[in-house]
């Protein structure tokens, strides 16, 4: 199977968003990739001023793009501002021909300050308290957002429906990223013996908070198959489940076996 990871520019327009995700899934579409995965918080930039504006209720416009969108595929629609109640939250929308298949709400939240870089994700997004595996025709598939790879006690939680694939819309940052962006994808990777995606979006310098980009997929052995720069662009990547199998055969700590 054939993952694409969209790894594009967040501008301050919400509709111009949409309008660039739409092209860059029609492309993913023609390159037939079968699991199609937009960036983290991918239709509004990433401060608070914009993700309060820009969040939406329950079946709002993006939730309707998204399932719109998912003709013919499985959409991961990175994440985006989702409001309950009086509660925003950081919430990743998944489809599958445009059905829902599930949803999950970011748990651990963006909280920093190191090395002049000072950000809190709390003081304007709800954490989520249930993790979640989608189930997928092509088989289970897990969800994490940006902050939660750094806790593997979620990724096992997760591995109790055992997924072939985690899926983390991340939009690391330009000092952790460099510093741990592949590192963590690698450790999650070889913890689960899974291949694990994240898909940020492309960096802008212009930006108040400049995503790190740098989208890859790593496979169950730890090695990281495919990685982009910092500018747009899709990742295409093939997905072997035998792999995942192969490597849990030769190197059985504690995964059971696809069927």
């Not at 914009?50 to 939406?56: L, P």
């Not at 949803?103 to 954490?127: M, P, W």
């Not at 990547?237 to 995942?244: F, K």
């Amino acid at each position: 199977m054939k993952i694409a990871l969209c790894q594009m520019k967040v501008s301050k327009s919400k509709d111009i968003n949409l309008k660039t995700a739409s092209l860059f899934i029609e492309r993913a579409k023609l390159s037939d990739a079968e699991i199609i995965v937009l960036p983290e918080m991918f239709n509004t930039p990433y401060t608070r001023s914009y993700i309060i504006n820009n969040a939406e209720y329950g079946k709002g416009k993006t939730y309707q793009f998204l399932k719109d969108q998912s003709k013919d595929i499985i959409l991961i629609g990175g994440s985006i501002p989702e409001i309950d109640g009086n509660k925003v939250y950081n919430t990743t929308y998944a489809f599958e021909n445009g059905i829902e298949i599930g949803k999950y709400r970011k748990i651990n939240l963006f909280d920093v300050d190191y090395d002049g870089l000072s950000f809190h994700e709390s003081e304007f997004i709800t954490a989520g308290n249930t993790p979640v595996v989608i189930k997928t025709s092509l088989g289970n598939i897990g969800l994490a957002i940006c902050f939660d790879l750094r806790f593997s006690t979620l990724f096992q939680k997760l591995e109790e429906e055992n997924p072939f694939l985690y899926i983390v819309p991340a939009a690391f940052n330009m000092v952790s990223g460099p510093a741990h962006y592949q590192l963590l994808a690698r450790s999650r990777a070889l913890d689960t013996q899974s291949y694990l995606a994240l898909c940020s979006p492309a960096n802008d310098m212009e930006a108040e908070y400049c995503p790190y980009g740098h989208s890859l997929v790593t496979d169950p052995w730890g090695k990281v198959l495919n990685e982009m720069d910092d500018t747009e662009g899709i990742i295409l990547q093939n997905i072997d489940i035998e792999y995942v199998n192969k490597i849990r055969c030769e190197l059985p700590i504690k995964k059971k076996l696809i069927k």
